[in-house]
Structure formats: C-alpha cells, structure tokens
C-alpha cells in the first residue's frame, strides 16, 4: 500500500478512524447482545447493569422453541431472496435497455421509473391490498413479491443502469464482432462486469424486504404468512416489552443477511480485470 | 481506443427501428410490472387529494390550500429538510471513507467489511427501539456512560430535549443507514481500474491529487445515483423516526412521512394525509430532477 | 473458477430456485366448515393470550361445526390494519377496538349493526350490563358492538414506599393539594449518594394511545373539559382548564416529582418504574399490578401495591376505559360470529376473564360476585365506576387529544412557555372542530 510506505502517520490515522467508527456501529450490537443475555429484571435496572450476572440463552430458547421462529424464518427467506434476485434481474435488463438504445421517450420512461419510487408507501398500501385480495393474491408469499418488486425495482434500476454506463461500448462491439445479439452481449459481457453492481443490488433488495414492517402487516393476516420482522415487531406490545427476547430475536434476525453477504462478497470485490479488455 | 469502423457498431446492424424495439424489450418487464401495479393505488391517492373530506364527488384544491397555509406543514417541510440533508452528507462522507479505506488490502479486510455492513441488517424500527434504549435519561447506556466518565453533570435527555431530540434522530439514522451508500461506493471504487492509480504514482501525484483526478471523476455517476437514491430514501425515512421520538417533543422531530402516517392511520384524514403525500412526492421530483439531468444527459 | 467458488455458487443457486419456487406456492387452505377469524391484541401477550386461546378451546369444544382462527396483531397496528381490511371487505370476523377508535369504525361503516341479533335474544338480555357502556356503543340508535372490559382509572401506589417516606398508607392523598405534597415528600435520595431515585409520581406523556385515559381524570376533575358540551367548540381556554393544565406541567417543570425524559414514557415505562419502585404514585386500572407483578415478582405486588380513587378536584370524577366486539360487515357467518360474539361476553367467559387477566367487565353480574368484590384492586375500580365518564365519541378526537399532548410536552420540555403552548392547542383544536361544522 503505497500510503503506508510514504506516509506511516497515515496508517495510524485510518487505524485510529476505523477504530472511532467501530465504536459507533458496534456498540449497539453489543448491547444488544449483553441485553439478550439478560434476565428480564436484569435489563431493565438502574444504575445500569453491563455484564450479566447470570448470562442465559433463555430468550434464545423461546424466542425459536415457544415462537414458531422456524416458519417466520422461512417465509422471510422465500419472500426476500426471491425479491432480490428477481429485482436484479429485472433491473439489470431495464438498466441495460436504458443505457445502449436510443429509445424515444427514454427520459420520461427513466423519470417514471425513479418517480415511483418517491410515493409513500402508507399511500399505496390501502389500495395495494385492494387490487392483492381481488386477484386472490392477499396472504400469500408471491403477493409480498410482487410488494416488495415495486419498491426494489426503480433502485435497481437505475443503480445497474449507472454500472452499465461504466462499461465501455467498445465490448459491446467487439462481441458484435464475434456475432453475439443483444441478449448475448447481456448476458455474456455486461453482466460479468457489473457483478458489483449486480451483487449491492441483491443485498440492499433482499435488506429492504426483510426489514420491511408496513407491508407485511398490511398484506398478510395468517400465521403461516409472518415474517421475522414482524414477528420481533409483534414483541413491542401496547402493555410489554420483553426486551431479551426482542433483541434475540433482532440478533437472530440478522443472521441471514450477514450469510448472504458471506457468500456473495467474493463478487461484489471482484474488480474488472476478469477478461475485459483481453481482445 | 475509438472504434474505427463505423459498420461494427450496434444499430448499424439491422434498422434503427429493430433495435429499438429490442431496446423496449429489455426495459419492459420492469416498466410494464410498475406501471400495472402501481397505477390503481397512485391514481387512488391523486384522486382523494383533489377531494373534500367525505365528500368524494367535489373536487377541487380544498386540501392542498388547507396544506400550504398550514404552519406546522412548513415546520415538517424544514425538519425534513435538516434531517434528510444531514443524514445523507454524513452517509456520504462517512461511507466514502470507508469505502476508500476498504477498497484497499487492509489486514483483517472481512471481518471489517462484515462490521461495517451490520447496521444495514436491522430493520428500521429495531434500530429505533434500539436507540431509544441507549438514549434513555434513567436507564441509558450512554448518559452512564457519561455520567461514570464526568463529562456531564446530569442525565442528559437526548429524546425530550428540544434541542436534542432531532440531533439524537439523525445521530441514529446515521448509524443505521450509512452502509448503503458505502456499498454503492465500494462497487463503485471497484470499477476504477488499478492501473490508473499506479500510473499516477509513478507520476508522482500524492493521494489527494489521484483522489481528485482519479476517483471521484471514475465514480460519478455512481455517486450521482447514490446521492439521489438516498435522499429518496431518507425522505421517506418512517420507522426509525417514529419508534425514537413518534415526532415528539410536541412536533419537533415529525418529519413528512410520519406526518402523513399520522393524519392518514390516527385521525383518518385521508384526503389531507393523500394531499401531503403527493406534495411530498412532488418536492422529491424537483429534487431529483437535476440527478435525472445529469445522467440522462451524458449520453 | 476453485472449488470454493463453485461451491458457493451452487449454494446460491440452489437457495434462488428454492426461494423463487416457495415463494409461489403458498400452503393449501382446506375449505372447513364454518371459519371466523377473530382478531384481538391480546393474542400475543403471555398470560391474556393463554387466556383468550382457552376460551376459544372451549367455544369450538361446544360448537363443532365452527373453527375459530386466531390472528395475533400488535396494539399499533391494528386501527391501520383493520382499515385497510374493511376497505377491501376481508376484515377479520369478530375484533376487538377500544374506545379511542370505535366512532371512527362506525362511521366508517366498518362494525355490523348488532342489532337485530340483540332483538332475538330473550327479553332482557341487555340488562345484565351497565347502561354506560350499551348506550356508548349505540350510533343512530343502532347497537354496534358488545361491551367488553369495562374499567375506571385510579390512584395506585406503594405502600411501603409511603411509611418509608413517614405518610400513612391507610390513608391516600384526597384532594390534589395533598397528592402534590405526597409526591413531593416521596421524591427523595434513597441511597445518599446525593442524586434523587425514587419520585412521587409518573406518567407516560409521550403521544401514545394511553396518555388520554390518565390525563382526563386531572382536567375533568379540576371542572375543565376538552370540548364544549355540543362538541362544537374547544374548551381548553377556560380558567379550569388553565388551571389543570398548569398543574400537571409544574408537577415536572417547578415540583419535579416526575423522572426526567416523562415526555418520551408510555404506559410500559411507568410500569417499570413502578415495578422498581422508582416511583410512589401513578394512575392505572386493574391490568396494571399484574404486569408490574410480572417485570419483577420481588416486589410483590399484590402485597404493596394499593388502589384508591383519584384525588378530588372541584369533581369527583374519572376516566374509563371501554373496548367492545365488532362484528366485520362483510362478514359470511354473522350468526355464527354473534355466537362467538355473545359467548365471549357471556357471565362465565367474563368471569373466567377476570380470574385469568384480572380485568373488570361490563357485566353488573359479572362485578357484584363475591371473587371481584374481595379482590382490593377490583373493589376500588368497580365503586368508582360510579362516576367514571368516557372520553369524547367524536372522529375527530384522536387529532383533538394529539394537540393537547403536543402542547404538554411543549411545556414540559420548554419548547414553549405553559401559556404559549396552550394558546396554540386552543387554536388547533378550534380550527378542527370548525372543519366539522
């Protein structure tokens, strides 16, 4: 690192930053975690108490055993893995017309796109559920899709769109050359390039329909259909909060986003030097 | 590296008009799927806008006048402002650096990009609660904190105060929400390709002139796009903000979203709560309009 | 491309097929019988929870032809949620509001009109509630809902916190003269190490829906109202109501018997206080002790904890709480749901409601058993039901009372001086009710 080589103070200094910035994100998880630890009395006393007298998973057992986790895990999973992926590949295909054809009326089709995503979703809701229940879509997983699709899809867009821009004309040509279509040159050239792109959008889709709280208690009324954020939101009640239990289970919560970043970091860091500009 | 021969550009192949079509195809899906889903409910609420309350039948501007001559209507417009301004600058900076600072072979880079990303994963209101716990004057980590360490002479109240209550809101939302931007960042770092810094290097430029020259010209587009998503995002920034505060004290930390939840779903004024919306929706279009020229534009 | 590399790929893949497969089919719902799907906050909680699903074992035990669905919802949600579902006529067959949003659910054509059920019944059936409560739920001489709890809001305080403080705990404050002199002697160090920890005194002042039920007993008592009597103009200028007003907002900003932060409390943080013993006083009905009793069974709550009506301003007055059944209008059963309806408030659910979650009911024959007479807490809230009274049965309400609470944590905070902040309420509320007319 040519930083460090020529400027040591600056080593120390980024060291010195990450630490500072550690302490912001990473003091409220650890609360969270001495919290979940806790007995119920125990997190609520003042003055207040930092390590656990007696640390339990009590609130871990109930929260998966007593709570049926397993089934809002699920359908968590389904509906944002789902949404993610679908949003992508959507997006990245909108992105690509956007960037490499003239269309008429491009402008107004980006505008429309983008101008989407500035409707409040309380708005929306209402006759979301209208339109859901008479398609006979309300309570099911595939209408939450469709949901979360409408929410995910603008960014997606005009993020992959940006990424798409990045990558020079010249490929295109030069697969032209090699007698690719369109759709070739999609999914042979483009896409490998913007995995980066491709790979932030899958993250942030799958984050947002995960911690999505409006929809879901809007668009599902069964037990079966409740997701985990729900379900840890269904904690904070008009007359008790358990605050162990709640945490456990928004630590618990986010255990599946950090393993779909495990796996797909590899490309998010992956850089352009794969293949590229080799003719 | 231009293109010499004009025949081996797309659109040569084939007429213009094929192409474009092709072009339609692709963008499709997405537009179509938008269009279809979306149209009843937006058309719904521009619809309610236009009415009086109970009345469907009359329309007319009734509830935006009732809107813009509405004092605490302006009083959300500015809170919004600050807390939107402030919250994406911060994400801005802060996820610049750290995307500048990750982009780098660092030791221990996994865990540090694990780290860095965990905010992201809890959902809007947990962090809310979340927050509003650490904030709390009586049983607060951070007022013991303080308090341990002498740096205050009293609990501080970061929620009740009105002059800390919004502080405390973008503090939170901060935490919560640079990770987004820092992500775009970073893939956007990414692109850049190495070369152009080590070219740089041996010519001698310092890292704030390759930053200059190299990054931020390389990520503009992306940043572009960041900035506007964001602020899209902040402005309808919901359950954070009510589970800290529910706006509160009195109206100093409503912010149009949970102003529009407020009068729509607590005192049913739904033609008012559609008013705001669509206001709302109109203030982002103007804000966004510049970004939109900006990328459109270049081509 | 390693081994590694292919490996996740192929996990990932195969967690997309799987996902995008799931996600389309949904569980089959096996077409039974008769279905109702009932819907009530309470559904998630521990004990009341318990409660409700055991009450419904025993409805489909005598009723086989009938299942009862449950469907859990948090507090907050539920007004949104059932909104949205009346809209597009898929509201849960029999549901539980409460007072603050009934009116609204009625005029929004949203609650079946229980009359013609109620008609069919034999004669009398109505007497064995309270007439309050019937005649609030009656819109345009229609019976809209089924009462169902049915409290007063009193004193409830602790005891040894009191003889600790040298006051008699046979003997409550009467007047608010003595309630603010009580607070005052029960806000002390008790530790000596020179900061307070214990006060007098708590409420939750932060907007939530539980604020207007312990704000009401101070303002009506002190001969003040929110609205006039037509409904047609705010009341909030009137020397009463000033006087009521600055009252509570000196109790925290010149006597200082309340924590710091009262703006941002609900009703949940009081109950830990209280449950710490952090505080002396607070206002509450008879869900309250058994949560206190729960957040931390050290204290022993059923043993220190005493009710006694709310101290006497120019009025013997105070608040109620009253939530009722609805039945959804658009639903397919409605004999079925009125069955399920007139079970849940019959005299042994009742009854059982009381022994289970320890809550008064609108039912007189419920309340003159011997069981609630003797319960301490019970017998306090059941006499002063005599003269509880129920907040405005207006639509706007909710926004009413909202400018009422923005005022008080004006003043209390210091936005705005006490006079300011009520001139402002004053003015938002006229401007409401003016939209009314």
């Known amino acids: ?240 909060v358990n605050w162990p239990e709640l945490m456990a289970g928004a630590l618990i919560g986010g255990i599946p986003s950090i393993v779909l970043y495990l796996l797909m970091q590899r490309w998010l860091v992956q850089g352009l030097t794969a293949g590229a500009i080799k003719q | 590296m231009t293109v010499a021969a004009p025949w081996l550009r797309p659109g040569a192949w084939g007429s213009r008009l094929r192409d474009r079509t092709v072009g339609y195809l692709f963008v499709a899906p997405a537009v179509l799927l938008l269009a279809v889903v979306l149209a009843y409910p937006a058309f719904t609420s521009l619809r309610l806008s236009f009415s009086e309350q109970g009345s469907p039948v009359n329309l007319g ?70 927050w509003k716990w650490i904030l709390n004057p009586l049983y607060g980590v951070l007022n013991d904190v303080l308090l341990r360490a002498d740096l205050i002479p009293a609990p501080l109240e970061w929620i009740a105060s009105p002059r800390l209550a919004l502080f405390s809101v973008i503090l939170a939302n901060i935490w919560r929400g640079f990770p987004f931007v820092m992500v775009i960042l970073l893939a956007g770092l990414q692109a850049i390709p190495q070369e152009l810094y080590e070219a740089a290097a041996i010519d001698g430029a310092g890292p704030l002139a390759s930053f200059r020259s190299i990054t931020l010209p390389g990520l503009r587009k992306v940043l572009v796009v960041a900035l506007a998503l964001d602020t899209i995002w902040e402005v309808r920034r919901f359950g954070l903000v009510q589970a800290m505060t529910g706006g509160g004290p009195g109206t100093m930390t409503e912010v149009l979203s949970t102003q529009v939840f407020r009068q729509y779903f607590q005192f049913f004024r739904f033609e008012y709560a559609s008013a705001m919306a669509i206001a709302m929706t109109v203030l982002l279009l103007v804000i966004s309009v510049p970004y939109v020229r900006m990328i459109v534009r270049e081509e | 491309m390693s081994a590694t590399d292919r490996l996740r790929r192929t996990v990932l893949c195969a967690l997309v097929a799987g996902a995008l497969l799931l996600s389309v089919l949904t569980p089959a719902r096996s077409g039974e019988a008769v279905t109702l799907r009932f819907s009530n906050w309470h559904l998630v909680e521990d004990v009341w929870g318990r409660s409700l699903r055991e009450a419904i074992n025993i409805f489909e035990s005598r009723n086989p032809g009938i299942r009862i669905i449950p469907e859990p919802i948090s507090y907050g949600e539920k007004e949104p949620r059932y909104q949205a579902e009346c ?143 037509d409904g047609r103009r705010s009341a909030m200028n009137t020397p009463e109501f000033r006087e009521a007003f600055r009252f509570i907002v000196e109790l925290a900003t010149v006597h200082r018997v309340v924590p710091p932060g009262v703006t941002t409390f609900g009703p949940q943080d009081v109950r830990i206080q209280m449950a710490q013993r952090r505080i002396a006083m607070k206002i509450g009905s008879g869900w309250s002790y058994p949560i206190v009793n729960a957040l931390n069974p050290q204290l022993n709550a059923a043993e220190v904890l005493e009710a006694a009506p709310i101290p006497k301003g120019r009025k013997t007055i105070t608040a109620a709480w009253l939530d009722a059944w609805i039945m959804s209008p658009h639903t397919r059963y409605p004999e079925e749901a009125w069955k399920f309806i007139k079970f849940l408030s019959s005299k042994e659910i009742e009854k059982k409601f009381f022994e289970d979650n320890r809550v008064i009911s609108s039912r007189k024959d419920v309340n003159t058993l011997p069981l609630v007479r003797t319960d301490k807490f019970s017998r306090v809230i059941v006499a002063e039901l005599e003269h509880a009274r129920l907040e405005p049965f207006i639509k706007e309400w909710p926004e009413i009372f909202d400018a009422f609470a923005t005022a008080l944590q004006e003043a209390i905070t210091g936005a705005k001086s006490t006079e300011r902040a009520l001139l402002d309420a004053h003015a938002k509320v006229e401007e409401i009710l003016a939209r009314r007319r």
Request: glycine share 6%; net charge positive.
């Open chain 3, 87 to 229: 809209a597009a006529r898929r509201m849960p067959d029999v549901v539980k509001l409460h007072n603050f949003s009934l009116a609204m659910f009625f005029e929004l054509g949203c609650a079946a009109d229980l009359t013609p059920f109620v008609q069919r019944e034999p004669a009398g059936f109505l007497k064995a509630w309270y007439e309050f409560p019937l005649k609030m739920l009656t819109h345009r001489e229609r019976l809209m809902a089924m009462p169902d709890d049915f409290q007063s809001i009193v004193l409830i305080y602790n005891r040894e916190l009191f003889r600790a403080a040298g006051l008699d705990p046979a003997k409550p404050p009467r007047t608010w003269a003595e309630f603010q002199e009580y607070a005052r002697r029960l806000t002390r160090d008790t530790d000596g190490d020179g900061r307070l920890d214990q006060w007098g005194f708590s409420m939750p002042a932060s907007k939530n829906p539980g604020l207007p039920l312990r704000i009401m007993p101070f303002v009506w008592s002190f001969g003040a109202d929110f609205i006039t009597e």
């Open chain 1, 1 to 240: 690192m040519r930083l460090s080589s020529r400027f040591p103070v600056a080593t120390v200094a980024v060291y010195a930053f990450l630490a500072i910035v550690g302490i912001y994100i990473l003091f409220p998880f650890l609360w969270m975690l001495l919290t979940s630890l806790k007995s119920e009395t125990e997190a609520l006393e003042i003055p207040v108490v930092w390590l656990p007298d007696r640390p339990t998973l009590k609130a871990y057992v109930i929260m998966w055993v007593r709570k049926n986790y397993g089934v809002y895990f699920l359908n968590s999973t389904v509906v944002s893995l789902s949404t993610a992926v679908l949003s992508s590949f959507l997006g990245a295909l909108a992105g690509y017309g956007f960037s490499r054809f003239a269309l008429r009326g491009r402008g107004f089709l980006m505008g429309f796109v983008l101008t989407t995503q500035m409707l409040p979703g309380v708005l929306v809701v209402g006759p979301y559920f209208k339109t859901l229940s008479a398609v006979g879509l309300y309570d099911t997983r595939t209408g939450l899709v469709i949901a979360f699709l409408t929410i995910c899809l603008p960014f997606a867009t005009w993020m992959l769109k940006g990424f798409i821009d990045g990558v020079p004309r010249e490929l295109d040509d030069a697969a032209r050359v090699d007698g690719c279509g369109w759709f070739g040159i999609f999914t042979r050239i483009v896409l490998p390039l913007v995995m980066p792109g491709i790979v932030a959008t899958i993250l942030f889709a799958f984050l947002l329909a995960w911690g999505d709280l409006l929809w879901v208690s809007t668009l599902t009324h069964s037990e079966a259909m409740v997701t985990v954020t729900l379900a840890i939101a269904r904690t904070v009640q008009e007359f008790y």
């Open chain 2, 61 to 130: 501007l009734v509830q935006y006048r009732l809107l813009l001559r509405s004092s605490l209507f302006w009083q959300v417009v500015r809170q919004t402002g600050v807390f939107v301004a402030a919250s994406v600058a911060a994400h801005v900076i802060l996820g610049m650096l750290l995307a500048m600072i990750l982009n780098r072979p660092l030791a221990g880079r996994t865990p540090l990009r694990i780290m860095v990303l965990l905010p992201w994963v809890v959902p809007d209101v947990v962090a809310g609660i979340v």
